[in-house]
């Protein structure tokens, strides 16, 4: 088959590798009909290369048509349509029983002391194979699949696979109080459905982006959008009373604006051997945290900052006297996909589009057009916000 692998820095191409079969009876095998590109797709393509082997599949965010079961899957059959979340775990653990799906016991990457394993997502996740690719296997596919319909096109269901319940999960998290303001730093993908949330839940949303044309999307559904400049903090501050936002969404994560001390030592890092880079990036990684330090400088005292944006570093400096004089509550983690997907499905069935999921995707295109758009994608040109193959 054909599917999207890992290079080397910045280098991915489509190539022919070898087609997935069932490994264990609990397997399903996807014939994929559409996979997105993702935010977090970027950090592999620019600084996780220690962590990565030349002719890794990338790919958390697929769709498609099961083609073969294993033997002992009950859940699914041959010609059923799916969602496939991006995490894997199994359902039936301590961790999973709790709505944690993202820390599931069974799948937990214990090599490097991390959490559930995930598609297409390093060696410290696990270094499945991803779904940029014309199939997939689907471990413990009786619990890792949404089953969906056949009349609503693949946009419709396509994102339950990661960013829509990141974001549900991130104004969850954020604990906005009823008609409150809710901040969202970032107007990415997971940020536009994060102020796509807030406003469904009635709240006055702001949001803060560089990039014009994420401006304008967002503004079509409502929210109040500002340039990031040198004042954008203070400027909305003064907004809500001079208090600050009752919470705030950070979209941008690890990779934000600023900083370029650490984004030197983060380039340093990637040309080293592996072994020395990946500990390091293990022991003193840094992540560029402007978009972080803005959050917390911008929700009010007693407020919520949650975290969807990935931040990977062990050697960040944050705030402490302020986070502690402002009694500030911090969430974060990777999203619990199958803990949401009860509240989101009627939504995004939901004949009036609530989340607008139809005005997400800026670029459809095949598989062979990945590598372009990878480089489209994170140097922002074309106004590419969100991209979504079809193998």
Not at 274 to 292: E, P, Y
Request: aromatic share 8%.
């Amino acid at each position: 088959m054909k599917a999207l692998t890992w290079q080397g820095k910045r280098n991915v191409y489509v190539e022919e590798v070898p087609d997935p079969v069932i490994q264990q009876p609990t397997d399903a095998i996807v014939k994929i009909t559409s996979s997105a590109i993702c935010g977090s797709d970027l950090h592999l393509y620019e600084l996780f290369g220690p962590f990565m082997d030349a002719g890794d599949v990338l790919g958390h965010e697929p769709m498609g048509v099961v083609v073969e079961v294993g033997s002992d899957v009950t859940q699914l059959a041959v010609g059923d349509r799916i969602v496939v979340p991006f995490n894997i775990s199994c359902g039936h653990c301590f961790m999973c029983r709790r709505g944690l799906q993202s820390q599931c016991e069974t799948t937990q990457v214990r090599e490097y002391s991390s959490g559930a394993a995930l598609f297409g997502y390093t060696k410290l996740y696990g270094q499945v194979p991803g779904g940029q690719a014309e199939y997939l296997r689907v471990p413990l596919a009786d619990y890792n699949h949404i089953r969906v319909g056949a009349d609503l096109p693949d946009d419709r269901y396509l994102f339950l696979s990661d960013i829509l319940p990141t974001a549900w999960q991130g104004v969850e998290y954020a604990q906005v109080p009823e008609g409150g303001t809710l901040a969202v730093m970032g107007l990415g993908p997971v940020g536009q459905f994060a102020a796509r949330v807030g406003m469904h839940r009635g709240y006055r949303v702001l949001a803060v982006d560089p990039v014009a044309e994420r401006r304008a999307m967002a503004e079509r559904h409502g929210v109040l959008t500002y340039d990031l400049a040198d004042t954008v903090v203070e400027e909305l501050v003064d907004l809500t009373d001079g208090r600050g936002a009752d919470a705030v969404v950070d979209a941008v994560g690890m990779e934000a604006h600023g900083n370029p001390a650490v984004r030197f030592a983060q380039n340093a890092i990637g040309l080293l051997p592996d072994a020395v880079a990946k500990n390091l990036m293990d022991k003193a990684g840094m992540d560029r945290l402007a978009s972080l330090y803005a959050s917390i400088d911008l929700v009010r005292r007693g407020g919520t900052v949650s975290l969807s944006g990935v931040y990977a570093g062990e050697a960040d400096i944050l705030p402490m006297k302020t986070m502690f004089d402002k009694q500030l509550s911090l969430r974060m983690g990777q999203c619990n996909v199958k803990r949401w997907v009860d509240d989101l499905l009627p939504l995004v069935e939901d004949p009036g589009d609530p989340f607008g999921v139809m005005d997400l995707v800026t670029h459809h295109a095949p598989l062979s057009d990945a590598p372009a758009l990878y480089e489209t994608f994170q140097k922002k040109q074309d106004g590419c916000i969100k991209v979504v193959l079809q193998p």
